[in-house]
């Protein structure tokens, strides 16, 4: 059974940072494409980045040079660190497998200006 468990998520004031976390069991995770997702208010989901293997990651050009995805293949987790936050980051943060549509239950953040 596969699961992904999100935690960091939080509320902040813009310019401030946060670190989410994702947890996955169930999967071969070093050979595994893990990708952060979010949903704000009212929007579709929309890709954050994707870790393909260690070293190799995409960005959305909305989070280009203010967040790191990273991943820990001993601890079957997989990282997004966010800084220089901005309201417009406001959303429901979700870890994914996407290739084969696993998600994680999603975590919040928010952002105040």
């Known amino acids: 059974q596969v699961q992904l468990v999100e935690s960091g998520g939080g509320s902040v004031q813009a310019g401030g940072s946060l670190r989410l976390s994702c947890t996955a069991s169930g999967i071969l995770f070093s050979i595994t494409t893990l990708g952060w997702y979010r949903q704000a208010p009212g929007k579709e989901r929309e890709l954050v980045a994707t870790?393909?293997?260690?070293?190799?990651?995409n960005y959305a050009d909305s989070v280009k040079g203010r967040f790191t995805i990273s991943r820990d293949n001993n601890k079957n987790t997989v990282y997004l660190q966010m800084n220089n936050l901005k309201p417009e980051d406001t959303g429901v943060y979700y870890c994914?497998?996407?290739?084969?549509?696993?998600w994680g239950q999603g975590t919040q953040v928010t952002v105040s200006s």
């Open positions: 870790s393909v293997s260690i070293g190799i990651t």
């Open positions: 994914a497998v996407p290739a084969r549509d696993y």
